[in-house]
C-alpha cells in the first residue's frame, strides 16, 4: 500500500523555541465579517491549523467566533491552531502596541496569540485613524518613532508572555537585516508577497540561514492577471501529475521551504487548497526555471498603503 502523502500537515519549528507553524496557512483578509465567519470554519473543518489575521482587516471578532465555535464544539483544541495577528501601521509608538496587541487578542477571543507580526515598517500618524491622510489625500507618516523602538516593544510583548512569537512583514531584505541585527529576540518570521511570478529567492535564502520562516502572501498571485493558475507551465505539471493548477502552486511553495497563506470564500477551493501533495523534484525544477515573469501585485511594500484592502475601510 502507497504511504499517504503528508505535504499538507508539513510543519515548520521556529526558531525561537514556541514551537513550529503549519506550512499551509488560510489567511482572512475577506471584507464581509459573515463570510469570514463562514470561511474560517470552512478552513477550519477541511483541515487547515495556521490562520492569519489582522487588525486592520477589521474582521477579527469573527475569526474569534469561529474559532471558538469549534474549540467549544471539542472537535479542536486551541494548542493546535496557529494563530497570527498583526500590528497596523497607526500604532508604531511603543506606548500604543500593548492596547493594539491586547485589543486584536482579545476580538480574537485567545488567552495568547502564537505570532505577532509588524504589518509594515511605515509608521503612520499615531490615533484612531488606521489611513490618515493630509488635505491632498497623502498619508501622512510619522517620523518621531523608528522600526527598532516599535520592535522593541514587541519583544516586551514576548516577555509578558501573550505572544509567543513576532516577526516582521511587507519588508524588504535590508530591513530585515537591521532588525536582526539590533533584535533582543530575532524575528521568527517574515511575511511577504512571494509566488513564482515572484519568487523572493534572496531574502528565502536570508531567512534560511539565519533561522526565520518566510510566510508567503497571495501564494496564488491574489487571483489577479496574468493569472498563475493559467500559467502553461502550471498548467502542463498539474495535467501530469493529477492536481489542479493552484494545488501545483502551493506544493511548490512548501517545498520550496516557505509557510503559505491562501485565502477563498469559495468552500470547493478551501478543501482544494488543502488537498496539497509533494510534486516530483522535475517540477520544482520547471517552475523555477521555466518560469521568468516578475510581478509584483501588492505595492505595500513600497509606501505601507495595502493594496488589496478598500480605502474607505
Ligand atoms: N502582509 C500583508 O500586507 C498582506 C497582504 C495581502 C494578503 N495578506 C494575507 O495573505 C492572505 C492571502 O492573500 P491572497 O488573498 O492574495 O491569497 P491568494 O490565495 O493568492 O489569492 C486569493 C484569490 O485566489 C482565488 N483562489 C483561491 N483558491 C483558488 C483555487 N483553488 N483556484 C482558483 N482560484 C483560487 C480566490 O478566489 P475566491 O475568493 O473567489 O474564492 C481569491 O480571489 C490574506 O488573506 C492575508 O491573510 C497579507
Same mark, same amino acid.
Given at each position: 500500500?502507497?504511504?499517504?502523502?503528508?505535504?499538507?500537515?508539513?510543519?515548520?519549528?521556529?526558531?525561537?523555541?514556541?514551537?513550529?507553524?503549519?506550512?499551509?496557512?488560510?489567511?482572512?483578509?475577506?471584507?464581509?465579517?459573515?463570510?469570514?465567519?463562514?470561511?474560517?470554519?470552512?478552513?477550519?473543518?477541511?483541515?487547515?491549523?495556521?490562520?492569519?489575521?489582522?487588525?486592520?482587516?477589521?474582521?477579527?471578532?469573527?475569526?474569534?467566533?469561529?474559532?471558538?465555535?469549534?474549540?467549544?464544539?471539542?472537535?479542536?483544541?486551541?494548542?493546535?491552531?496557529?494563530?497570527?495577528?498583526?500590528?497596523?501601521?497607526?500604532?508604531?509608538?511603543?506606548?500604543?502596541?500593548?492596547?493594539?496587541?491586547?485589543?486584536?487578542?482579545?476580538?480574537?477571543?485567545?488567552?495568547?496569540?502564537?505570532?505577532?507580526?509588524?504589518?509594515?515598517?511605515?509608521?503612520?500618524?499615531?490615533?484612531?485613524?488606521?489611513?490618515?491622510?493630509?488635505?491632498?489625500?497623502?498619508?501622512?507618516?510619522?517620523?518621531?518613532?523608528?522600526?527598532?523602538?516599535?520592535?522593541?516593544?514587541?519583544?516586551?510583548?514576548?516577555?509578558?508572555?501573550?505572544?509567543?512569537?513576532?516577526?516582521?512583514?511587507?519588508?524588504?531584505?535590508?530591513?530585515?537585516?537591521?532588525?536582526?541585527?539590533?533584535?533582543?529576540?530575532?524575528?521568527?518570521?517574515?511575511?511577504?508577497?512571494?509566488?513564482?511570478?515572484? #519568487?523572493?529567492?534572496?531574502? *528565502?535564502?536570508?531567512?534560511? +540561514? &539565519? %533561522?526565520?520562516? =518566510? !510566510?508567503?502572501?497571495?501564494?496564488?498571485?491574489?487571483?489577479?492577471?496574468?493569472?498563475?493558475?493559467?500559467?502553461?507551465?502550471?498548467?502542463?505539471?498539474?495535467?501530469?501529475?493529477?492536481?489542479? #493548477?493552484?494545488?501545483?502552486? *502551493?506544493?511548490?511553495?512548501? +517545498? &520550496? %521551504?516557505?509557510? =503559505? !497563506?491562501?485565502?477563498?470564500?469559495?468552500?470547493?477551493?478551501?478543501?482544494?487548497?488543502?488537498?496539497?501533495?509533494?510534486?516530483?523534484?522535475?517540477?520544482?525544477?520547471?517552475?523555477?526555471?521555466?518560469?521568468?515573469?516578475?510581478?509584483?501585485?501588492?505595492?505595500?511594500?513600497?509606501?505601507?498603503?495595502?493594496?488589496?484592502?478598500?480605502?474607505?475601510?
Amino acid at each position: 500500500m502507497a504511504t499517504p502523502d503528508t505535504l499538507r500537515y508539513t510543519r515548520i519549528p521556529l526558531a525561537d523555541g514556541s514551537g513550529a507553524i503549519p506550512a499551509l496557512g488560510f489567511g482572512t483578509l475577506i471584507p464581509d465579517p459573515l463570510a469570514t465567519k463562514q470561511a474560517t470554519k470552512t478552513a477550519l473543518e477541511v483541515g487547515f491549523r495556521h490562520f492569519d489575521c489582522a487588525e486592520r482587516y477589521r474582521n477579527e471578532q469573527a475569526v474569534g467566533d469561529a474559532m471558538q465555535e469549534v474549540i467549544k464544539a471539542g472537535t479542536i483544541q486551541r494548542k493546535d491552531i496557529f494563530v497570527t495577528t498583526k500590528l497596523w501601521n497607526n500604532n508604531h509608538r511603543p506606548d500604543r502596541v500593548k492596547p493594539a496587541f491586547e485589543a486584536s487578542r482579545q476580538s480574537l477571543q485567545l488567552d495568547y496569540v502564537d505570532c505577532y507580526l509588524i504589518h509594515t515598517p511605515f509608521a503612520f500618524q499615531p490615533g484612531d485613524e488606521q489611513d490618515p491622510r493630509d488635505e491632498r489625500g497623502q498619508v501622512i507618516y510619522d517620523t518621531g518613532v523608528t522600526l527598532v523602538e516599535t520592535w522593541q516593544a514587541m519583544e516586551r510583548l514576548v516577555d509578558e508572555g501573550r505572544c509567543k512569537s513576532i516577526g516582521l512583514s511587507d519588508i524588504s531584505l535590508d530591513k530585515v537585516q537591521e532588525i536582526f541585527k539590533a533584535a533582543r529576540i530575532k524575528p521568527a518570521v517574515v511575511q511577504v508577497e512571494s509566488h513564482p511570478y515572484l #519568487p523572493e529567492w534572496e531574502l *528565502l535564502d536570508f531567512c534560511r +540561514q &539565519r %533561522g526565520i520562516v =518566510l !510566510l508567503a502572501f497571495a501564494p496564488l498571485a491574489h487571483g489577479m492577471e496574468p493569472k498563475l493558475v493559467d500559467n502553461l507551465v502550471i498548467t502542463t505539471i498539474a495535467q501530469r501529475v493529477h492536481k489542479t #493548477p493552484a494545488q501545483v502552486v *502551493l506544493a511548490w511553495a512548501i +517545498q &520550496r %521551504g516557505t509557510a =503559505l !497563506l491562501t485565502t477563498s470564500t469559495t468552500p470547493r477551493y478551501i478543501q482544494e487548497n488543502f488537498e496539497v501533495s509533494t510534486l516530483p523534484e522535475d517540477a520544482m525544477q520547471e517552475i523555477r526555471d521555466g518560469i521568468t515573469t516578475r510581478v509584483r501585485f501588492n505595492p505595500v511594500v513600497e509606501t505601507g498603503v495595502p493594496g488589496f484592502i478598500p480605502q474607505s475601510r
